[in-house]
T-cell receptor, first 115, second 113 residues
Framework: DSGVTQTPKHLITATGQRVTLRCSPRSGDLSVYWYQQSLDQGLQFLIQYYNGEERAKGNILERFSAQQFPDLHSELNLSSLELGDSALYFC??????????????FGPGTRLTVL | DQQVKQNSPSLSVQEGRISILNCDYTNSMFDYFLWYKKYPAEGPTFLISISSIKDKNEDGRFTVFLNKSAKHLSLHIVPSQPGDSAVYFCAASGETGANNLFFGTGTRLTVIP
């Protein structure tokens, strides 16, 4: 158990809908990262937050947004969903940012299926 | 554009023998490399890492080798055990300084008892 929790585990929805994925980082970790893993692909970095502020952006679509709250949990919002958004979404956390050697701890992921 | 590549989708090894998983990268700005292990229905678990100032890092049965000139790293597992059967992801960071990781597509290792 990495200490990172993600809810829900599974989500099935229809095209055009909006969903929210939730992540609680390990106790004491200030950085939260979101990754997307599509079928047979590696994990693709979406976005990072550090202590409530956006720190880095990857290949995140404009239809996707995220935020980190004062209690450090984070939410990833996916809107106008398309079939191609079906994927595993992982959240990871680490103690700080910008310092090499910071191991990222991953949650179990949320499997999103768009029908 | 895949900046971290794992060209072998799968590898089978006999128990007790050495497993060698390979990874190539294209971005010379990467300066930190990690290996993660992933079981089904779980998130990736950190295994071992190496800074670009080193060429080898060892932790128990796991050793990572880095060849910067070739932009290549490898993970050696000796001896391999059936519990090592999982998908192994190579990852790299350093381009942005923000510590986000660039992952390869993974290699599925099967250790045959």
């Amino acid at each position: 158990d990495s200490g990172v929790t993600q809810t829900p585990k599974h989500l099935i929805t229809a095209t055009g809908q909006r969903v929210t994925l939730r992540c609680s980082p390990r106790s004491g970790d200030l950085s939260v990262y979101w990754y997307q893993q599509s079928l047979d692909q590696g994990l693709q970095f979406l976005i990072q937050y550090y202590n409530g502020e956006e720190r880095a952006k990857g290949n995140i679509l404009e239809r996707f947004s995220a935020q980190q709250f004062p209690d450090l949990h984070s939410e990833l919002n996916l809107s106008s969903l398309e079939l191609g958004d079906s994927a595993l979404y992982f959240c990871a956390s680490s103690v700080q940012t910008g310092s090499k050697g910071n191991e990222q701890f991953f949650g179990p992921g949320t499997r999103l299926t768009v029908l | 554009d895949q900046q971290v590549k794992q060209n072998s989708p799968s590898l089978s090894v006999q128990e007790g023998r050495i497993s060698i998983l390979n990874c190539d990268y294209t971005n010379s700005m990467f300066d930190y490399f990690l290996w993660y292990k992933k079981y089904p229905a779980e998130g990736p678990t950190f295994l071992i890492s190496i800074s670009s100032i080193k060429d080898k890092n060892e932790d128990g049965r796991f050793t990572v080798f880095l060849n910067k000139s070739a932009k290549h790293l490898s993970l050696h597992i000796v001896p391999s055990q059936p519990g090592d059967s999982a998908v192994y992801f190579c990852a790299a960071s350093g381009e942005t300084g923000a510590n986000n990781l660039f992952f390869g597509t993974g290699t599925r290792l099967t250790v045959i008892p």
